[in-house]
């Protein structure tokens, strides 16, 4: 498209509407000034003058070079229209004021769209009109330049245009630096997470695991304090409080919620440690009894409680509550960091585990129900017809046996990875091969990969899409055999899996929502997900990432071809 032309379209009503308003404006105030309609002709010129702006405002030669000759006529028709004032018996030069006011049309024009250098400009070439206009008109063998109201009314308009174009300009500089200093949101994550992994590791033992810090932390206060039990409590949905980790010898019923009549719930609400004579937990026994719970506060929020208890009287005076808290004030922030990874991870996985829901609530458990109608009609009829009775028994144990194998499979499946050093290829096949033995599957490979590796992401990817393609040709197709082939050329990759079954169209429901699950991890990965007829029977599933490489291109490749 022509620079013109897109400039025409990116035109927008509202500053015609405005141009024509302030045009009127003048008009009327020209008229009122002059008594001459010949006067009206300057805001004939004006229009014509800023037609062409208003037309091609983003033109690179068209938008500015109309605003220049909006301004010089703007000077010479408020030097004209305050002679013709003057003569009519106005004060001198004040007239000046009825046309000046179109002044802030094109610097703001050009404060809008942050041409703040070519704003002032345009005032400067205003100032520059206004003096040759008034040093060339004469009123009355006077020339114009000399007149106080003229000076007066000049400075005042481009004065006014001057600091609104400037507080224009500091306005955007503003917005600008509270822009760029607000991180990104994908920026900002990155370099969270990046942070996360750093102190992640040099932690001990590695762990942001809520658990493992909570019972750390009890072992901790046991050297300070006599406990005979404890745990740490962190809020859970509904006001409940949850058991993160304990101590003693006896488990013990240490659940409540935050808003019931305790100590517990007092120390939570008021973030200061409390001490109590009767236990807090649901299972004591009765007895004389020492509890202390101190707040594990982080910043302003509670994010946790420690609960101590020991079965002797006046067990924590304010020395012992000190060293406690003491312990307690750091471990806050700890495991405020571990509550908030667990959150993040839990995020993270939700998408999977409500896949394997699916899964199993589609499969395995139908079919654990399947079985256990067999069992209720095996019992009918265990008495009547023995023989029967034990023919479905046989029926019901090759059905466990299967559901059996599907649950090490789906357990393979998950525990499947992309090794760092075996590549995607091998992890294919190594899945390709289980499953086709469990399966009676012929399975046939040919493996070309090269030496350099996709992204971590896009190689698990690709094994799930090749996984679930792989299983729903063992489930659904009926298929004899199994073709798996596996080209990774980084950035290129494609996978493409086919059977010699019945074809798609006669596969189970389940069948067709993996497929809906393959596309939605092609897409994730920007990959092309195609699934098409096999002929003379089955069906192919290919995913391609990327463009395909030369293929004279030299590659450190492996290649293998095999069938089973």
């Not at 008229?31 to 405002?57: E, K, N, S």
């Not at 006896?250 to 004579?277: G, L, Y």
């Not at 059996?404 to 499979?409: A, K, P, Q, S, V």
């Not at 293929?551 to 069938?563: C, F, P």
Request: hydrophobic share 45%; with cysteine.
């Amino acid at each position: 498209m022509p620079a013109s032309t897109s400039a025409l379209a990116r035109s927008h009503p509202l500053a015609a509407a405005a141009r024509v308003v302030v045009l009127t404006l003048v008009a009327v105030l020209t008229l009122f000034a002059t008594r001459d309609v010949a006067q009206l002709w300057w805001i004939v010129l004006l229009a014509l003058a800023g037609l062409p702006a208003m037309l091609a405002p983003q033109h690179r030669l068209v938008g500015p070079l109309s605003r220049v000759a909006e301004v010089v006529v703007l000077g010479l028709a408020a030097s004209q229209v305050a002679a013709v004032a003057t003569v009519g018996g106005h004060i001198g030069g004040l007239g000046a004021s009825a046309v000046l006011p179109y002044l802030a049309v094109p610097v703001t024009v050009t404060a809008l769209r942050r041409r703040f250098r070519e704003g002032a400009a345009l005032i400067a070439v205003t100032a520059g009109s206004l003096l040759l206009a008034g040093a060339v008109t004469e009123v009355g063998g006077v020339r114009q330049l000399s007149q106080p109201g003229y000076l007066a009314v000049c400075a005042q308009w481009l004065i006014l245009a001057a600091l609104g174009l400037y507080a224009a300009g500091t306005l955007h500089r503003v917005m600008q630096a509270r822009h760029d200093s607000k991180p990104q949101p994908y920026a900002e994550a990155t370099r969270l997470l990046t942070q996360l992994r750093t102190v992640a590791r040099q932690l001990p033992g590695a762990t942001l695991d809520p658990g493992g810090i909570s019972e750390h932390l009890l072992e901790e206060l046991r050297t300070v304090a006599r406990t005979d039990r404890g745990a740490v409590l962190s809020a859970s949905g509904g006001g409940r409080l949850v058991v993160l980790a304990q101590l003693g010898a006896d488990r013990v019923d240490w659940e409540t919620t935050i808003d019931a009549d305790s100590a517990i719930a007092d120390a939570w609400a008021s973030q200061q440690s409390q001490t109590s004579a009767r236990s807090q937990s649901r299972s004591h026994r009765g007895g004389e009894v020492s509890a202390l719970i101190v707040p594990l506060v982080a910043g302003l929020r509670t994010v946790g409680l420690v609960v101590l208890e020991t079965d002797t009287a006046h067990a924590y005076p304010p020395p012992v509550v000190a060293q406690v808290t003491a312990l307690t004030g750091p471990a806050a922030l700890r495991l405020e960091a571990a509550l908030l990874f667990d959150e993040v991870r839990s995020l993270a996985t939700n998408e999977e585990r409500q896949r394997l829901a699916r899964e199993i609530h589609d499969g395995v458990a139908q079919e654990l129900v399947m079985v256990g109608y067999g069992i209720d009609n095996a019992l009918a009829t265990v008495h009547d017809d023995a023989e029967e009775t034990a023919e479905s028994l046989r029926l019901l144990r090759h059905e466990v046996t299967r559901v059996i194998t599907e649950l090490r499979l789906s357990l393979f499946e998950l525990r499947s990875e992309v090794d760092r050093h075996g590549g995607l290829a091998a992890a294919i096949a190594e899945y390709a091969r289980t499953v086709g033995a469990s399966g009676g599957l012929r399975v046939h490979l040919s493996l070309d990969e090269s030496t350099a590796r996709l992204p971590a992401a896009t190689e698990a990817e690709l094994l799930r899409i090749a996984q679930e393609a792989v299983t729903n040709a063992r489930k659904h197709a009926g298929a004899a055999n199994l073709w798996v082939t596996c080209e990774v050329d980084p950035p290129y990759a494609q996978i493409e899996v086919s059977d010699d079954g019945h074809g798609i169209g006669d596969q189970r429901s389940d069948g067709h929502y993996g497929l809906a699950i393959m596309a939605e991890r092609a897409e994730r990965i920007r990959g092309r997900l195609e699934i098409r007829p096999r002929q003379p029977s089955g069906t192919t599933v290919a995913v391609v990432v990327g463009s395909p490489p030369r293929r004279d291109n030299v590659r450190g490749s492996a290649a293998a071809a095999e069938g089973e």
